[in-house]
Nanobody, 127 residues
Framework: QVQLVESGGGVVQAGGSLRLSCAAS????????VGWFRQGPGKEREFVAA?????YYADSVNGRFTISRDNAKNTVYLQMNSLKPEDTAVYYC???????????????????????WGQGTQVTVSS
């Protein structure tokens, strides 16, 4: 029902910054909640940030990462500052209708709260 494509990943030195983009198509983007997850090598996929009617961040990235969206461009962004080697992972964009997501903050951090996923983009932070 909605297609998501991430871009902007790459290799960056520790302490540097990257901005990831997630382009959406196929539906009215403004009606969707969005989230970012990441999966490091040998690790489980974990929550990073989400935006419903509010924004939410994992403790590990709070204060360093910022999620935003531009509905006119059907695009979600993840600005990542002060990057650490521990941030190395494949980053995934996810979406869910606002009606299905509801207003709960905890639910928006769950992988199973989202029905639509992008293909992922690799972020590597070197030391």
């Amino acid at each position: 029902q909605v297609q998501l494509v991430e871009s902007g990943g790459g290799v960056v030195q520790a302490g540097g910054s990257l901005r990831l983009s997630c382009a959406a198509s196929g539906r009215t983007f403004s009606s969707y909640a969005v989230g970012w997850f990441r999966q490091g090598p040998g690790k489980e996929r974990e929550f990073v940030a989400a935006m419903t009617w509010s924004t939410y961040y994992a403790d590990s990235v709070n204060g360093r990462f910022t999620i935003s969206r531009d509905n006119a461009k059907n695009t979600v962004y993840l600005q990542m500052n002060s990057l650490k080697p521990e941030d190395t992972a494949v980053y995934y964009c996810a979406a869910q209708t606002l009606l299905r997501m509801g207003s709960g903050s905890a639910y928006a951090t769950r992988r199973d709260a989202y029905d639509y996923w992008g293909q992922g983009t690799q972020v590597t932070v070197s030391s």
